[in-house]
């Protein structure tokens, strides 16, 4: 039986619909979603003297790995709790809605790992982003893609639809392609330099039940918590055949979309 976490209840502040985040919860269950991080940080190349955006920067664990090679970074969350694991390892912090950033031509660069998918009006993102960069900015990130974790959403759906709920209704991530985000880019005023969708199938530390603990909410909030067990062991069971092995090891289907982009000048 899948146990449910802290992480199940209905969000609220401005985050993700149905989603809450437990700072707790988030370092025992994604840790990974940093460790992963760093080729992105590699492509932002930080420089000493530079000003950094840490875009949706949750705990902060890879804005200070961004912070030791020079830059100086203000991290920039939703989540009040996340945002306060941020500033108890030491980081700035803005409490922002990433769909109406508050910053004007502020930033040498603007970076994100795995938050722009939470964010479901693209467009508004990317216009911020682009009203906080100086002219000649970078925007750099790393976000779910196309078929992002879609073993993982089928089986929600699935056990949804068994609780009598339009699973095929619920859309709480959005994983676009590189022409689509790109196009995005393009129209937003940014030169982009490299987009790319890298499959990257990747080890779950404490199983799927740790990544449905932290992760699940936005598909449970459509129904009565005494359902919630039952629909998480259905779509486990859905997803078994596909994404645990033999020995018991789960890896979730991630899919990245890798970019990197660069504001016009006559931009802003
Ligand atoms: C991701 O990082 O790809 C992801 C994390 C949580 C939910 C959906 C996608």
Not at 221 to 230: L, S
Request: glycine share 12%.
């Amino acid at each position: 039986m899948v146990n449910l976490g802290e992480s199940s209840e209905n969000g609220d502040g401005g985050e993700a619909a149905g989603q809450r985040w437990s700072a707790e919860g988030y370092a025992r269950n994604a840790r990974f979603v940093a460790d992963l991080g760093m080729p992105v940080v590699e492509l932002l190349a930080p420089r000493l003297g530079e000003r950094v955006l840490d875009l949706g920067c949750g705990d902060g664990s890879l804005s200070v790995r961004i912070a030791a090679l020079g830059p100086e970074v203000l991290g920039t969350d939703a989540s009040p709790e996340l945002l306060g694991a941020a500033r108890g390892r030491g980081l700035q912090t803005v409490l922002a809605d990433a769909h109406a950033l508050p910053f004007e031509r502020e930033f040498d660069a603007i970076f994100s790992n795995a938050a722009l998918h939470w964010m479901l009006e693209p467009e508004k993102v990317i216009a911020g982003v682009a009203r906080a960069l100086v002219p000649g900015g970078r925007f750099v990130g790393e976000m779910g893609g196309f078929a992002n974790v879609a073993t993982i959403a089928t089986a929600l759906r699935a056990g949804l639809q068994r609780e009598g709920v339009d699973g095929m209704a619920i859309h709480p991530w959005y994983f676009p392609t590189p022409q689509e985000y790109g196009g995005l880019l393009r129209a937003g005023g940014f030169s982009v330099t490299s987009i790319e969708l890298i499959p990257r199938p990747t080890p779950l530390p404490t199983g799927m039940e740790g990544w449905l603990e932290t992760f699940a909410a936005p598909f449970l909030a459509h129904v009565p918590g005494e359902r919630h067990a039952d629909l998480l062991d259905h779509a486990v069971a859905l997803m078994r055949p596909s994404l645990c092995d033999r020995a018991g090891n789960w890896v979730a289907d991630y899919v990245r979309l890798r970019f990197s982009a660069t504001l016009d000048p006559a931009t802003g």
